[in-house]
């Protein structure tokens, strides 16, 4: 659908209802965040009880949000896990920034100023923020695990207009961007690449994540159209699922 500047107030009203419709889930996270702050309290002395890591990210489109991005998102991600015990289990957030579309143009400063051209750079944005829970052995120099997750997805399409000689951004604006909730499951493994310190070791993660998101409102690639002066925006609507792919290294302590 096209989207003006008269647009914006069903924007804001679709904001409300966004909120009211991820009141339950929020909820439901909140509970797991408790969970996580009481086992940080009781078992900060257990052997391995922490987990750190940083990833490049691939994120994949599936479903009908793959009927309208086409191309795949690509950024990094992190976690932190902290043990239940001496369980198998580690409870922890993990996050995740991908940008599936970029398009960038030269434009004249201003009419009466045609002769300075400035760099016109627009990045579509996903932005994935989950608790998560994983199952693993706390031992060994191979070990896979499995994970669920229960968050949201953030997707934003922001416009920036850049120093041409050293891409340094002198303004943005965010053209639009849409919550939604998110829940899925993945798994991986962990293999030992050597110590860290006395107690620490540093493993190699790979991972797959499925992870299912609501209908959210979002701009692709050649979404944003200029045509006498007037900017209109091709706005797509779908669920907002995507299978993210994951490499990286994690810090054990």
Known sequence: MLLTRTGLASIREKAST?????????NFAAAIALLFCLS???NAQSQHNFQFGIDFTTILPTGDFSKNVTNNGYGVGGQLLIGIGRTPLLLGVDGAFATYGSEEHREPISETIPELRVKVRTNNNITLTHLLLRAQPRSGNVRPYVDGLVGFKY???DTAILNDENDEE???TKNLSDLVFSWGFGGGVQVRLGRVGR???????SKVRYLRGSRAEYLKEGSIRRENGQVFFDVLSSRTDVVAVQFGITFRF
């Not at 966004?18 to 929020?26: E, G, H, M």
């Open 155 to 157: 997707l934003f399409t």
């Open 170 to 172: 002198l303004t943005s």
């Open 40 to 42: 940080v309290a009781t």
């Open 18 to 26: 966004v909120k009211r419709r991820i009141n339950l889930p929020f």
């Open 199 to 205: 107690n620490g070791d540093l493993m190699f993660d």
